[in-house]
């Protein structure tokens, strides 16, 4: 057979379709771990920062209320604005700031002190999350529910890690040893610098119309498009209100309904928090597979018989209920955010900067409300509160069927 010199031109200069990278998911899931295990040094430093500071639950609200803000309003900006030009090494920046923010928290002497590390620490997750997730998402090949529930798993596991190194390296010996939380940040510079060099090259082979872009319209009018992204962001309220309640305070609700001590509680929180990583891994595979709509339904709505079966569990069912609660409300966030992805094709920074921005600030906003509640009732009866969240997940009815629509 013979194969003119065209058609061999052609087959060279051809486009191609991207495979999944899976190096570069893993390494975008590290820089991930690493990141976000610093931001949970913030939560994790609460039962020493009361002492220190002799803070009320209110003011432990509002330290996590101007961290999420922080970490919440610049995201969508900043993703609105990579998607028209992207900046690989804004990554590297990201995690600049953290560092400064962590520093800053290890010396800090007064309560306004602490606001200033935790905005720092903030405006770096602020710029990190947006082009992670294209990162992610870029290096998915297709494969956009496994390629952002690897990458959340590398975030939910460092906030798990995060706990288990505080009680073994601050909570011994003090609030100043928060500064060698600065070494896994200059890991990250030099591992987000590598992944800033991989997006860069991305970046001018579709310049160059070398890689296929895989974006495709959706065939859903702009109202059912503008109703379904309402849905999925009442669904974030519900989920991370809860989780809220679970990252700020589950240590306190511990130590003053069963008198566990500090150490004891954090180990509690990793649990919960490892858990919370196990159900993002499986969510993301099996949206891809069977639908996201299902997979929400069953996040969402499924974790409520156990929340509100823990505020009258004893210790044992405490510890066995926060992992199921874990395991099954973690599993939505992957499916939710791709949904809104899929929905809104070439927009991938501005709906991740969306999305998670409006989950730190739902999670700091329901700190802050719970935080006051806890104050005014007890902690015992913001459990008995957020127990109904989870309950909201029946408005999961109202979102498309994407797969039936793909199809």
Sequence with gaps: ?????????????????????????????????????????????????????????????????????????????????????????????????????????????????????????????????????????????????????????????????????????????????????????????????????????????????????EDVAVPLSKRKINIALAVLLLLIFSKFFYMASMSSYFTFYLMHKFGLTIQESQFHLFLFLASVAAGTLIGGPLGDRFGRKYIIWISILGAAPFTLLLPYADLFWTGVLSVIIGIVIASAFSAILVFAQELMPGKVGMISGLFFGFAFGMGGLGSAILGYVADQTSIEYVYKLSSFLPLIGVFTYFLPNMKKKAA
């Design 1 to 213: 057979m013979n194969i003119s010199s065209a058609t061999v031109s052609q087959t060279i200069n051809a486009p191609i379709v991207q495979k999944t990278v899976y190096s570069v998911l893993f390494s975008i899931a590290f820089a991930h771990l690493l990141n976000d295990l610093m931001q949970s040094v913030i939560p994790s430093t609460y039962p020493i920062l009361k002492e220190n500071f002799n803070l009320s639950f209110t003011k432990i609200g509002l330290i996590t209320f101007v961290f999420q803000l922080t970490a919440s309003i610049l995201q969508p900006f900043i993703g609105f604005y990579t998607d028209k030009y992207p900046k690989p090494y804004s990554l590297v920046i990201a995690m600049l700031f953290t560092i400064t923010g962590l520093g800053f928290l290890s010396i800090s002497t007064t309560f306004w002190m602490l606001l200033v590390s935790v905005a720092f620490v903030g405006i770096g997750s602020s710029i990190f999350h947006p082009e992670a997730s294209r990162v992610a998402y870029l290096g998915s090949g297709g494969k956009r529910g496994l390629a952002q529930s690897i990458f959340q798993l590398g975030g939910n596991s460092g906030s798990a890690i995060g706990p288990l190194l505080v009680a073994l390296i601050v909570a011994p010996f003090g609030q100043s040893n928060i500064i060698w939380f600065v070494i896994v940040g200059i890991l990250g510079i030099i591992i987000l610098s590598q992944i800033a060099l991989w997006y860069q090259n991305h970046l001018n082979l579709r310049a160059a119309k070398k890689i296929v872009a």
